[in-house]
């Protein structure tokens, strides 16, 4: 199976994405499959690097 990154479309191999499977419930078989939202390394570290970017504290001029 095949996944897209969710912020620039890549395509992934799905042995990039863990997606842990926390309950093997028999209620969750009625259920409709979600589709998984993944995020590309790439993107990944952009978002890390931006979230860095923006905590710290701006320099005096």
Partial sequence: MKLRC???GKN?????VSNPEP???DYDDDLP???TL???LMC???LKHE???SQKIPRPM
Avoid: P, S, Y
């Fill in 6 to 8: 969710m912020l620039c």
């Fill in 12 to 16: 992934m191999e799905e042995e990039l």
């Fill in 23 to 25: 309950f093997d419930d």
């Fill in 33 to 35: 499959q979600k589709k």
């Fill in 38 to 40: 993944a995020v590309c």
């Fill in 44 to 46: 990944q570290a952009k």
């Fill in 51 to 53: 979230a860095g970017d």
